[in-house]
């Protein structure tokens, strides 16, 4: 189990600095999760787990109405410093969302950070609930394959590991299938609208060729998803 305990509460200002323009962040994730998004002008979204502010300042930009919230206390801080014009508060993600109504959000981003839930079935729904009708989520992970490289035995049960990256930060999360992920959004009543491998985008190339060619090419960065409240379920 992972628990509710803030991996990134104690290196919080550190991981902004890297991920403003940290490879993986700057280059992948972030264009591949807005891009999924689409035009989020006037529409009001949920940033859950939103970490420094970085995705929400970005959809401020874009004309959004931003929600966010984080379980760590210093990322909150750290958004509302950022994002001004959106509205944050410390919450766990695994913990239902009764200060939302529901269907009171078109969008819920939640990335990176699916794999440091315990009871990933349980969130879903609860983000399923805060949707309106022809609401849309968007989900960012690990790359499972990348994952299993890493860390080798067997791939199909979920198991928790532990790393540690950059300068000394200890994380621990869920490595689990890309089976495993689109069957719990199944249970949790969603259908999978489209499914991505995000590749660098080309602006990273100068910034990085070694890692651009590397990531062009092999699946060890990211998955990311658009799905939407399956019509059939109600």
């Known amino acids: 189990m992972i628990g509710s305990f803030p991996q990134y509460e104690v290196f919080a200002d550190e991981f902004l600095d890297h991920a403003r323009e940290g490879f993986y962040n700057a280059f992948v994730d972030r264009p591949a999760c807005l891009s999924l998004l689409g035009d989020v002008a006037g529409r009001d979204v949920l940033d859950a787990a939103c970490g420094p502010g970085l995705y929400a300042a970005e959809l401020t930009a874009r004309g959004a109405r931003v929600t966010g919230f984080d379980l760590s206390p210093r990322m909150v801080a750290l958004s509302r410093e950022r994002v001004p014009a959106a509205t ?47 609401g849309v989520l968007v989900l960012s992970r690990m790359h499972p394959t990348g994952d299993w490289l890493r860390h080798p035995g067997d791939y199909f049960t979920p198991r928790v590991v532990e790393e540690t990256w950059n300068e000394g930060w200890h994380v621990r999360f869920w490595l689990s299938s890309l089976q495993d992920t689109c069957a719990e959004l199944r249970e949790a009543g969603f259908l999978i609208e489209q499914l991505v491998e995000p590749r660098p985008v080309p602006e990273g190339a100068a910034v990085d060729p070694l890692r651009y060619e590397r990531l062009s090419h092999q699946p060890t960065g990211f998955l990311a998803i658009r799905a939407i409240p399956d019509p059939r379920r109600g």
Do not use: K, N, Q, T
């Open 88 to 134: 944050f508060r410390v919450h766990d993600l695994g913990a239902p969302l009764g200060w939302l109504p529901s269907a009171s959000v078109d969008l819920v981003l939640l990335a990176l950070v699916y794999e440091y839930v315990d009871d990933r079935v349980a969130m879903l729904r609860e983000l399923r609930r805060v949707l309106r009708p022809g």
